[in-house]
């Protein structure tokens, strides 16, 4: 959609210290775009790293001006929150940046197009959540290949599915394995330039549009299918048609490790137990034997926030309950879940 040389600022306003941001940090971590810079006015004059502490040094400003003064060619909209609306108080600094030359990447619900195109001379916006017209209803055709394909699960939304999956995918890729990624959300999507905006499809075809994506990547030895959702929350539909349309293999748990109750507006739900939780969703796949098996293989634990004591120990805690290889890919490396790929 864009070449990856074009320089990139996130727009994140409000949004750099919570999880509605979470757009913009897989950016960060991911993108192979130049990032110039991070707008939230709250942290402005400090980089990333003295903000919020994350190891990036990239600057934070306060207006789209001064990220337009730092050369930046594509504004991306750095968040995801709850419902996917695009808020009513961007309207102002994104028609700003529109008018001054620069392309947006949207990963929002909102056709922006549709908003802000009257705006546009030689730019463009990218609307990531963009289904197809329409998909095929699944017929479980893509149990028939003959590889592996791992489906990231999680216990709650923002829990590092798409994280894990996408630093598996990578050094899974470094050691020359044959693998592919299926992108299901606006972050992979717009990392990877391609995929399914899995929640603006319709329901009746999210299992078919997954399918249709694990099918045109049947040539890969390895499949990496990005995770949404979970089957313990309440508002979610997303893993169900992920693990029909995938027939996944595997499975690999993303959780986070300080949470025991689910994010809010659910925080009233306590997360299952992992080895309950593990039943739950290999139960699902195999349909009483009907369907695909899929065997967890895993556990992506994100300890953000605890101290190396706590999260070793909390590593220690989940593989004892669980029996599986467990870690916290961005803090201590995804080694032993590419073991856990190679011996299953």
């Given at each position: 959609?864009?070449?990856?040389?074009?320089?990139?600022?996130?727009?994140?306003?409000?949004?750099?210290?919570?999880?509605?941001?979470?757009?913009?940090?897989?950016?960060?971590?991911?993108?192979?775009?130049?990032?110039?810079?991070?707008?939230?006015?709250?942290?402005?004059?400090?980089?990333?790293?003295?903000?919020?502490?994350?190891?990036?040094?990239?600057?934070?400003?306060?207006?789209?001006?001064?990220?337009?003064?730092?050369?930046?060619?594509?504004?991306?909209?750095?968040?995801?929150?709850?419902?996917?609306?695009?808020?009513?108080?961007?309207?102002?600094?994104?028609?700003h940046a529109l008018k001054n030359g620069l392309s947006l990447i949207n990963g929002l619900h909102?056709?922006?197009?549709?908003?802000?195109?009257?705006?546009?001379?030689?730019?463009?916006?990218?609307?990531?959540?963009?289904?197809?017209?329409?998909?095929?209803?699944?017929?479980?055709?893509?149990?028939?290949?003959?590889?592996?394909?791992?489906?990231?699960?999680?216990?709650?939304?923002?829990?590092?599915?798409?994280?894990?999956?996408?630093?598996?995918?990578?050094?899974?890729?470094?050691?020359?394995?044959?693998?592919?990624?299926?992108?299901?959300?606006?972050?992979?999507?717009?990392?990877?330039?391609?995929?399914?905006?899995?929640?603006?499809?319709?329901?009746?075809?999210?299992?078919?549009?997954?399918?249709?994506?694990?099918?045109?990547?049947?040539?890969?030895?390895?499949?990496i299918i990005e995770g949404q959702g979970s089957l313990a929350h309440p508002g979610s539909t997303?893993?169900?048609?992920?693990?029909?349309?995938?027939?996944?293999?595997?499975?690999?748990?993303?959780?986070?490790?300080?949470?025991?109750?689910?994010?809010?507006?659910?925080?009233?739900?306590?997360?299952?137990?992992?080895?309950?939780?593990?039943?739950?969703?290999?139960?699902?796949?195999?349909?009483?034997g009907s369907l695909q098996s899929a065997k967890t293989i895993g556990i992506a634990l994100n300890?953000?926030?605890?101290?190396?004591?706590?999260?070793?120990?909390?590593?220690?805690?989940?593989?004892?309950?669980?029996?599986?290889?467990?870690?916290?890919?961005?803090?201590?490396?995804?080694?032993?879940?590419?073991?856990?790929?190679?011996?299953?």
């Amino acid at each position: 959609m864009f070449d990856s040389s074009q320089k990139i600022c996130i727009y994140m306003e409000g949004a750099l210290d919570n999880d509605s941001g979470k757009m913009g940090f897989g950016l960060m971590r991911f993108s192979k775009h130049p990032i110039v810079c991070v707008i939230d006015s709250n942290y402005a004059g400090k980089t990333v790293q003295e903000a919020v502490g994350l190891s990036y040094t990239i600057p934070v400003v306060q207006t789209v001006d001064e990220a337009i003064t730092l050369q930046a060619e594509i504004l991306v909209l750095g968040i995801a929150p709850s419902g996917g609306r695009f808020p009513a108080e961007w309207d102002a600094p994104i028609a700003h940046a529109l008018k001054n030359g620069l392309s947006l990447i949207n990963g929002l619900h909102d056709d922006l197009n549709s908003r802000f195109g009257h705006l546009l001379k030689s730019n463009m916006i990218w609307d990531v959540r963009k289904p197809q017209h329409s998909y095929p209803i699944a017929t479980g055709k893509a149990a028939q290949l003959n590889n592996k394909r791992i489906l990231m699960v999680g216990t709650d939304m923002a829990s590092g599915k798409m994280t894990a999956g996408l630093e598996l995918y990578a050094a899974l890729k470094k050691q020359g394995v044959k693998v592919g990624f299926v992108p299901t959300g606006q972050i992979g999507i717009t990392l990877m330039g391609n995929g399914i905006p899995l929640d603006a499809v319709k329901v009746d075809q999210a299992a078919g549009a997954v399918e249709q994506a694990v099918l045109e990547q049947g040539d890969n030895d390895i499949i990496i299918i990005e995770g949404q959702g979970s089957l313990a929350h309440p508002g979610s539909t997303a893993t169900l048609p992920l693990i029909r349309g995938s027939q996944a293999t595997h499975f690999i748990l993303c959780h986070k490790a300080f949470h025991d109750h689910l994010r809010y507006p659910v925080s009233h739900v306590p997360v299952p137990p992992l080895d309950k939780f593990i039943a739950l969703n290999e139960a699902v796949a195999h349909a009483c034997g009907s369907l695909q098996s899929a065997k967890t293989i895993g556990i992506a634990l994100n300890t953000y926030g605890m101290e190396e004591t706590t999260a070793q120990a909390k590593i220690q805690e989940t593989q004892s309950v669980t029996g599986l290889p467990t870690t916290d890919v961005v803090r201590y490396g995804v080694d032993v879940l590419v073991k856990a790929v190679f011996g299953n």
